[in-house]
């Protein structure tokens, strides 16, 4: 037994220098790779794509957070698209695209909102502000609406739902007020099993009632004022639901992130808009559930979905310095990694800093294709991270077939850290 034990330890520890060993492996630069990139207003989007979605190696980078903005308005100016999508509360997100419509309020107001620490950023609220000084100008069918997917806040979606029945149904308005009372951010961590259930049953209702009453509420409101309300009583249930599934919350996760966004694709395909754009964490957009977390992708649910309608652009980075949270302590801190595989730095020496690399004009390439249809060793950093964790490169990155993942990526040599605003 003491032999079994030591010879596990020595396994171990030969692992974890295997590991550590192919941190430092550096790829080949491609000769004349100048040829195979474009800047990010240049992007090509094949003209029936419906959803192109924009993935973000880390949460906490000043230039992918920027992107956004680079990206969304090269797709208003290139593709026509006008409407804008982020992995963010469904809820908070109609206060942002009340505030780029009416401009009521400002732009940090409404971004606090989306009660996301990541999002509480300079780089976001500059975005918001830009979205609503376009809108200030910009023709009635040239207008940009916000939205978002995500479904882990009730306060919102709530608010919505029962001024809506505040017109529609007054009496139901207060019956379901004080039903609902407890489902709320700053108590639905702390709900008992129980009181999660009878929340679930009253959202069951108040989707019945509205699916029953749907002729009559509608013309008390209008068509499109019903659809929101039975979507907010959607995601507050999907919300509920992740709370009595705990351990499949990041499979349910996805699979509501989809939905949602299939519904705000379909919604706004009546409003006259074919095209939506995504933003979000690249493990919520690329299209092979590469996680070792083990749960589908949003992205792999819409690539069946959508097929080829559906163009995922992932990102990659050779040297960072981002913010994360360090859940443990509670606090948010500064981390540096740098990462080397045969994609990036097949590009390190190009004279950008931010480029887009299209895998079908890479494919071109004999050396590029070998690269882009191998695993690479990708970043990939959510909001939660230690200072151990940038020792192994298993713990920032994630193996994947690029374009198997993405339909093209953009490669950022150096990123700097976002500071979140409290």
Known sequence: MHFSKKKHFLMAIICFMIVLSGCSNKGKVLVEAEK?????????????????????????????????????????????VRV???????????????????????????????DYSIYKTEQMMDLVQWMHDYNATASGDEKIFFYGNDMQRYDYSKKGLLDYYEVVNKEAE????????????????SLSTKQLKEIDEVLESIIFDLQSNKVVYTEHSSSDKFAFALQYAQLMKQRTELFLNEGDYQQLRDQYLADNLQ???EFEVARGHDKVFFSGHNGHVEKTSASLAGYKSMGSYLDEIYGTKYFAIGTDLLNSEFQALNRGSD????????????????????????????FEKASRSKE??????????MVNVGDDFRSWQKLVKMFYTIEMVPNKAYDGIIILKEATPTDVID
Not at 89 to 104: P, R
């Open 36 to 80: 195979y990139i474009s800047s990010v207003n240049e992007m090509n989007i094949p003209d029936d794509v419906k959803i192109i979605g924009f993935g973000e190696a880390t949460h906490g980078n000043i230039e992918l957070q920027n992107l956004k903005k680079d990206v969304f308005e090269a797709l208003i100016k290139n593709e026509h």
């Open 263 to 265: 519904w705000i694709v």
């Open 174 to 189: 207060q019956k379901y007020a004080v039903q609902l009372e407890n489902a709320s951010n700053t108590t639905m961590r």
């Open 368 to 377: 590029l294709l070998e690269i882009i249809k191998s695993e690479q060793k």
């Open 331 to 358: 606090k948010r801190k500064n981390y540096k990694i740098k990462n080397h595989n045969g994609l990036v730095d097949a590009f390190s020496e190009v004279e950008p800093d931010i480029f887009y690399v299209d």
């Open 84 to 114: 804008f999508v982020i992995e963010g509360d469904f809820g908070g997100g109609q206060e942002i695209n009340q505030f780029i419509l009416d401009g009521k309020g400002s732009a940090e107001e409404a971004v606090k909102a989306l």
